[in-house]
């Protein structure tokens, strides 16, 4: 039998992972969920808005989109593209439906405000009132989601589900490019 490369995690560990993300934050099911499913490393996710992966803050794209100037190789799983298969959109779509739940002005009018970086914010979450420019993965204070942070998450729940300390976030993407 041939054993997976050290850096790898088993199906079991994986479904694991996922398991202890839903019950413990939509946010880190999410977050999971796409670089198994998609093969992004920390890096790729912390750059991503909203916008990358759905048109309208609601309906999820089938690939992620990236401006043509973006020289980002490290995002690709294929040819240059990264796909977002079925299940992973399902999950995108229920985080962004809980991201718009985070406040009302995404449903309703509420004052804003121009931010010191010319974007405008409501006056209350100071997100970006346009949803597409808002980070994808949010800190509790609605901050990005550095690449640190999404590391130091994952060291979080592998301590918690005694996962082998060889693994780290990015452990994940490996694991998508080996079963690719
Ligand atoms: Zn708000």
């Not at 694991?16 to 880190?28: C, N, P, Y």
């Not at 931010?115 to 994808?136: E, I, N, W």
């Amino acid at each position: 039998m041939k054993l997976p490369p050290r850096s790898h995690l088993l199906p079991l560990q994986q479904e694991a992972l996922l398991v202890a993300g839903r019950i413990r934050s939509q946010r880190d099911h999410a977050l999971f969920t796409l670089a198994l499913g998609a093969g992004l490393a920390a890096r790729a996710i912390a750059e991503l808005d909203v916008g990358h992966v759905s048109r309208d803050g609601v309906s999820i794209r089938e690939q992620i989109e990236t401006a043509r100037s973006d020289r980002r190789e490290f995002w690709a799983n294929h040819n240059g593209r990264v796909l977002l298969p079925r299940p992973v959109r399902q999950v995108l779509a229920e985080h962004l439906a809980s991201t718009r739940a985070s406040c009302p002005h995404f449903s309703r009018p509420m004052r804003d405000v121009i931010g010191p970086d010319g974007v405008q914010r409501c006056a209350s979450c100071r997100l970006a009132t346009d949803l597409v420019k808002v980070p994808l993965f949010l800190s509790r204070r609605h901050a990005r989601l550095s690449p640190r942070r999404i590391r130091s998450l994952f060291a979080d729940y592998r301590g918690q589900l005694r996962l082998p300390e060889r693994l780290n976030f990015d452990s994940l993407k490996a694991t998508f490019d080996a079963a690719a």
